[in-house]
Nanobody, 126 residues
């Protein structure tokens, strides 16, 4: 069964940058992929939407707290999803998950996504 695999997390000082990557576990990823997104979950908090990208045309959406600091991109040829995170803050500390969904349902709700990765941890020190 195809899975999503995140990478790129780590420990960084406030103000620093990280780039997260997400790839399918198999080179051939033939499922319909209307939209992909990044979510995050901080310790003791609920999972929250971070950013989404529509695979066909690259249209993006971000939660307000990351606008202007995070950039979601995709590389269709490489089947890769990225999240460039700049000007990181301690409140960005969380486990970050990538996910994929079909055409229906809001991008903002995790319940609309049917395939998830295992997560990559991001720690931002002050």
């Amino acid at each position: 069964q195809v899975q999503l695999v995140e990478s790129g997390g780590g420990l960084v000082h406030a103000g620093g940058s990280l780039r997260l990557s997400c790839a399918p576990s198999e080179r051939t990823f033939s499922r319909t992929r209307y939209e992909m997104a990044w979510f995050r979950q901080a310790p003791g908090k609920e999972r929250e939407f971070v950013a989404a990208i529509r695979w066909s045309d690259g249209a993006t959406d971000y939660t307000d707290s990351v606008k202007g600091r995070f950039t979601i991109t995709r590389d269709d040829a490489k089947n890769m999803l990225y999240l460039q995170m700049d000007s990181l803050k301690p409140e960005d500390t969380a486990t970050y998950y990538c996910a994929v969904k079909g055409a229906y349902g809001s991008s903002w709700y995790g319940s609309n996504y049917d395939l998830w990765g295992q997560g990559t941890q991001v720690i931002v020190s002050s």
